[in-house]
């Protein structure tokens, strides 16, 4: 493996992640609520009177932050290096394995680590073995 060191951003990366984890806390602290979005979004699934509004603006913030993104920078050319079924495979195993673990990366792995909650430490050790799997079973096993 290679680290392409032309496009390697170290800084920008841990201010992303810096205002990830701060977004997370303002969340929460305020609020008492975890920002993991499966919840988030399973919360409209099933609305319960009084906790919609801040839901749906949550998933808007979601939807609406990557269409502003244009206004401020150039966007970067995207690439997927996979096929339509492959693409819809893989959802429904990340949204099986979201339900399976009572919550998403972003609730156990940002939200759930940061409260030292040993469930979301399993949680998420579970899903960065599983990720570690797939890539090594797709590409050094089956060389796709």
């Not at 609406?64 to 492959?86: E, M, N, S, V």
């Not at 819809?88 to 949204?95: M, S, T």
């Not at 599983?130 to 796709?144: I, Y």
């Amino acid at each position: 493996m290679m680290i392409d060191w032309s496009h390697f951003t170290p800084w920008t990366a841990l201010a992303g992640g810096a205002l990830i984890g701060l977004a997370a806390a303002l969340f929460w602290l305020p609020n008492g609520r975890i920002a993991g979005i499966s919840g988030v979004l399973g919360g409209l699934l099933r609305p319960v009177r009084g906790d919609i509004a801040w839901r749906v603006a949550f998933i808007a913030g979601l939807v609406g932050a990557p269409l502003a993104y244009p206004l401020f920078a150039r966007l970067p050319a995207p690439q997927i290096d996979a096929d339509y079924a492959a693409l819809g495979v893989a959802g429904l195993l990340v949204g099986l394995g979201t339900r399976y673990g009572a919550g998403c990366t972003s609730g156990h792995g940002v939200c759930g680590l940061a409260r030292l909650s040993p469930r979301s430490a399993v949680a998420t050790a579970c899903f960065m073995a599983a990720g570690f799997a797939t890539v090594f079973v797709l590409r050094h096993l089956l060389r796709l």
